[in-house]
């Protein structure tokens, strides 16, 4: 029961709520550890990357109850200050816990977090910028430990963007002493959405949003009720189905003013969206060639993890298309498998081109990581015959259910 079927072929019709986002979530759960007390956390996921990243607080000490949407997390036991080997290695976002857990502990210990299969993903700016906060790190060949008896503030000149260190940075900033700088900042949502929660409890944090955070440290922060937003990626899947599939789809919560760039995209081939406080209607398939060159770029671009969707629908759709990822340097993973339906796609260094004109037919095709995974079910649903997706588990890592929400959206799907 680690796949997916899908009859190919359907146009879609319905409706489908957007769940909370996977990518917000991960470090506002991280930064409950920052707050002595019990935390609420509202419309998290029930993905398998939070249900990890719950496991990890509960292994440091967090008393953890999930009803329904809600997660209340309790911090006051934390004691432990090594995180356990297997849940590092199934999730890297357990590095985010390591900003969090040196200012709650003063210390880390734990293995580095593999390699993911979408590139190398090093943590070599996180611990650089930590160590100009005074912490010591003593790297061994498999695990590392981090020390710091008082973090201070610090200015962070990066060398270039990355979400997870941003996050890092702030989550060890908030009770430091003294301020701190982080430039160039990312400006994900989910960064302002983590922001907006550290706020809520007490946090000094100016410039969430733009390129330049400037973190005042506080002494102590306090317990906080807060809402997750809408996933702006799981909101793009979907809308790569109908635009593969066709029809005419309403995806409730989408959160349209974080997808500015995807919409633009769209439009461009060919689909009519109608975004809306409530949520956003498509209609239609993409029968327009995109017109320039689909390039990944850190928010407000293109974001990196539609990019495999958007490949399935330049495949499906018959149009081609070129793209060039600049973020990760493995995320064309699902080239071959969309090759086994039938599509045309040539790999050059960081280049994909897709050719126009092919027909894909369905078969079985492996999910390799997680948004290559839901891109593949995507290509399926527009492709000929029946198809199988394997290794669902990597999708479940981000999807509460795709299957539910796709048949929602009237596709025929199943787990297999
Ligand atoms: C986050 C998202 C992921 C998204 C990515 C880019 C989460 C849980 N994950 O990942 O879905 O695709 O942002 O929007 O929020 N890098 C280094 N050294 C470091 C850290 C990063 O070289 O110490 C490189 C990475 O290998 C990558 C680039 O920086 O090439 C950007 O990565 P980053 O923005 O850090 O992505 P993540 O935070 O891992």
């Known amino acids: 029961m680690d796949a997916v079927r899908i009859y190919g072929g359907n146009c879609l019709s319905g409706q489908t709520k957007i769940q909370g986002s996977k ?72 590095i985010m816990l390591l900003g969090a857990l040196l200012a709650r502990m003063g210390e880390v210990a734990m293995e580095y977090p593999g390699g993911c299969v979408i590139g190398k993903r090093p943590i070599d700016l996180h611990l650089c910028a930590l160590r100009r906060m005074g912490v010591e790190i003593m790297e061994g060949p498999e695990e590392f430990c981090a020390r710091a008896c008082r973090l201070h503030g610090a200015v962070h000149e990066l060398p270039f963007v990355s979400v997870g260190v941003t996050e890092n940075l702030i989550l060890a900033a908030v009770l430091a002493e003294g301020e701190t700088v982080i430039h160039p900042a990312a400006r994900e949502p989910e960064i302002q959405a983590l922001c907006e929660f550290l706020v809520s409890a007490g946090g000094k944090i100016n410039g969430a949003g733009t390129d330049r955070l400037v973190i005042e440290g506080v002494k102590k922060l306090c317990p906080v009720r807060f809402r997750v937003p809408a996933d702006r990626i799981v909101a793009g899947t979907y809308l790569t189905a109908c635009m593969c599939a066709g029809g005419r789809v309403f995806l409730e919560d989408a959160p349209c003013c974080q997808m500015e760039s995807v919409i633009a995209c769209a439009e461009n081939m060919g689909v009519h969206l109608r975004p809306s406080p409530e949520g956003l209607l498509v209609e239609g398939r993409a029968c327009r060639r995109l017109g320039e060159n689909l390039v990944t770029a850190v928010y407000p671009g293109f974001p990196t993890d539609l990019q495999s969707p958007f490949m399935a629908v330049m495949a499906l759709s018959g149009q081609g298309g070129q793209i060039e990822e600049t973020v990760f340097e493995n995320r064309f993973r699902i080239v071959p498998e969309l090759v086994k339906m039938g599509a045309d796609i040539r790999v050059k260094g960081n280049c994909a081109c897709v050719c126009a004109g092919t027909r894909l037919c369905n078969t079985i095709v492996e999910a390799k990581e997680l948004r290559g995974g839901a891109a593949l079910i995507v290509a399926a649903l527009a492709a000929e015959g029946t198809g199988i997706v394997t290794n669902r588990h990597y999708i479940d890592r981000g999807y509460e259910d795709i299957t539910r929400s796709l048949r929602e959206l009237g596709a025929d799907v199943e787990l297999a």
Do not use: F, Q, W
């Open 23 to 94: 990518n917000a979530s991960l470090p506002i759960l991280a930064a409950t550890l920052l707050i002595d007390g019990t935390c609420e956390i509202v419309n998290c996921p029930d993905i398998s990357d939070v249900y990890h990243m719950l496991r990890l607080l509960e292994s440091l000490g967090c008393r953890v109850c999930r009803k329904a949407d809600v997660i209340r997390i309790d911090t006051c036991r934390v004691a432990e200050c090594d995180m356990p080997a297997d849940s590092v290695g199934v999730m890297r976002s357990s």
